[in-house]
């Protein structure tokens, strides 16, 4: 058992107790699915089957009965009544036949003997509807009282029929009610036997868990109890290789390692002192040189200062000068916006003037064309002779208007050509202006790029000097901190000294063999001579310092 895994033992028993479960389910479910086929079985045969057959017979016995008084009816002289009670007997016909319709349509085993006595009723139903019932229905009143006889005897058949079915479905009902009787006797034993053995199961595990788990838990308590009452004598048994085995493993070495962790510290309380009066002479000599390193700070930010002061000018001097580049930009771009509109303009006056040349052409057309005309009607008055003199005179009139005209046009038109030309010629000095002014208003940005950037620089530089400036402030505040913490860390040396006293004496309270006090003492012995003889190789007392700190250190990454 020591060395049988737990979580095995507890997975071993756990899967115990499901099978059990299991078992008891699985036979639960047996029993239920075997009921529920007998129930189903006995809903088919003795009730079903059963209430058809009887309601086939009821619904048949009806039918005879309606019929007897139908032909009494008939005899007595009632014919109304007989043929009232006539179609009676249809519709209870009709009745009986539904309902064995719905017997014949319940499904069964066609080889059992249950299927024997369906067929029997069957054929006696069918004999007693077919020879008897039919034929009756439509035959005259004296024949049905001569037939009575006959379909009594069919009637008997049927009633033998039906009781023999009857008695068969109450002896299949009795013996399936015996079945599941037997059954549940069966499944209850076999019930009552596993709930046993689970419950013998139960008691050995808890008997298993109480000597494997519980009594070396209780055991585990009490050792953690005595190491904290600080005695690490007492001995840690083997418990196995299972996981309470493994606990007390760890807890002995744990035990161990305290044991190792006491005497350290009580090796290390003894260094303490001696590391106390190096840490004193170490304050004395980082005192002086915190004051020397503040002095020299302080020239340091006097010097920064004055840099600032000059950066500081320096960046408002190129801040003026970037407005006023951006200015001198501004003023080019309203320039060269001003020449755009003019040359735009200089466009449109040269437009205008070649619609005022076509204009002139237009004219000069019609001068030319009033000009024929009245050259014409001239020789039209000459033909005229006399009559025509006074035409003729106006003729002339008009052609002298037209020749007038077309001068008049054609100095017009070469006055508008040549202000055409100047115009053109004044449009391209404008773009070229135009693009001069451009070429100035890149320049002027570019410069004022540039001065953006020096500006901008200048402003960066300016931080940055008082970054620093800030930073040799803060390095003088901290300066000034070490020196009073220096004066701390004196104060500190001595209440240190009583500290490991009182580690000392509080060390003394753990109880320990003496076999591993010696060795773990001669081992911290060896360690302090090192150490004193590092301490006399070495003048400067901050590496003596830093060395016993770092065998502490070590020590403590140890345990």
């Known amino acids: 058992m020591k060395h049988l ?39 088919a045969t003795n009730v079903r089957l059963v209430n058809l057959a009887n309601r086939t017979q009821v619904h048949a016995l009806r039918a005879q009965t309606f019929l007897d008084r139908s032909a009494s009816f008939s005899t007595q002289g ?3 009544k007989g043929q009232e009670s006539l179609a009676m007997a249809t519709e209870a016909v009709a009745e009986a036949e539904e309902r064995f319709d719905e017997f014949r349509a319940v499904p069964i085993n066609p080889d059992g003997a249950l299927a024997s006595h369906r067929d029997a009723i069957i054929s006696a139903y069918d004999a007693f509807v077919t020879e008897g019932i039919s034929p009756l229905l439509e035959a005259a009143p004296f024949q049905i009282q001569r037939r009575q ?23 299949r009902g009795a013996s399936v009610l015996q079945r599941l ?43 953690f109890a005595r190491i904290a009452d600080g005695d690490l004598t007492d001995r840690i048994e083997d418990r196995g290789r299972n996981e309470i085995g493994q606990l007390y493993s760890g807890l002995s070495a744990m035990q161990e390692k305290l044991k190792q962790l006491v ?36 020239q340091t930010a006097s010097s920064m200062e004055e840099m600032s002061t000059t950066v500081s000018k320096n960046a408002e001097t190129a801040q003026e000068a970037d407005q006023l580049s951006v200015a001198a930009s501004q003023s080019a771009e309203s320039g060269g916006e001003e020449v755009e509109r003019t040359v735009q303009l200089m466009r449109e006056i040269a437009a205008s003037a070649s619609q005022v040349n ?22 039209e008055a000459a033909r005229a002779g006399e009559q025509g003199r006074g035409f003729a005179v106006v003729a002339s009139e008009v052609r002298s208007l037209a020749t007038r005209s077309a001068d008049s046009a054609k100095e017009i038109r070469h006055l508008i ?20 002014i451009h070429q100035t208003v890149d320049a002027i940005r570019q410069v004022t790029t540039l001065m953006g950037e020096i500006s901008t620089a200048t402003r960066e530089q300016n931080s940055g000097i008082e970054q620093i400036n800030a930073a040799l402030t803060e390095m003088d505040s901290v300066t000034q901190q070490n020196a009073a913490l220096v004066q701390q860390t004196s104060m500190a040396a001595s209440s240190l000294e009583g500290q490991a006293r009182e580690l000392a004496d509080l060390m003394a309270t753990f109880r320990i063999d003496e076999n591993t006090a010696s060795a773990v003492a001669m081992t911290h012995k060896g360690a302090s001579q090192q150490q004193q003889v590092g301490g006399r190789s070495d003048l400067a007392p901050r590496p003596h310092v830093t060395q016993s700190k770092k065998e502490a250190a070590d020590e403590w990454d140890e345990f």
């Open 358 to 379: 076509n204009i002139i052409g237009v004219i000069d057309s019609i001068a030319f064309q009033t000009n024929i005309l009245a050259l014409n009607a001239s020789v």
């Open 417 to 436: 050509e040549q202000t055409t030309t100047k115009i053109n010629g004044g449009a391209e000095q404008a773009e070229r202006s135009g693009q001069t």
């Open 263 to 298: 005497m350290a510290l009580r090796g290390s309380s003894e260094r303490v002192f001696s590391g106390a009066g190096d840490i004193s002479v170490g304050s004395q000599d980082l005192s002086s040189r915190t004051e020397q390193q503040a002095s020299a700070l302080q």
């Open 181 to 223: 009787n037997r059954l549940a006797t069966t499944i209850g034993g076999i019930a009552i036997t596993l709930l046993v053995i689970s419950l013998v199961a139960v008691v050995v595990i808890r008997w298993a868990m109480m000597r494997s788990v519980v009594r070396p838990l209780r055991r585990a308590s009490e050792h």
């Open 5 to 43: 895994s737990i979580k095995w033992s507890l997975t071993a028993a756990l899967a115990l107790l499901v099978l059990m479960i299991g078992l008891i389910s699985g036979l639960g479910f047996y029993s239920s699915h075997s009921s529920s086929q007998a129930l189903e079985e006995l809903a």
């Open 149 to 171: 006889e006959e379909l009594g005897a069919l009637s008997a058949e049927l009633d033998l029929a039906m009781s023999g079915f009857i008695s068969y479905t109450e002896e």
């Open 78 to 80: 009632n014919p109304e």
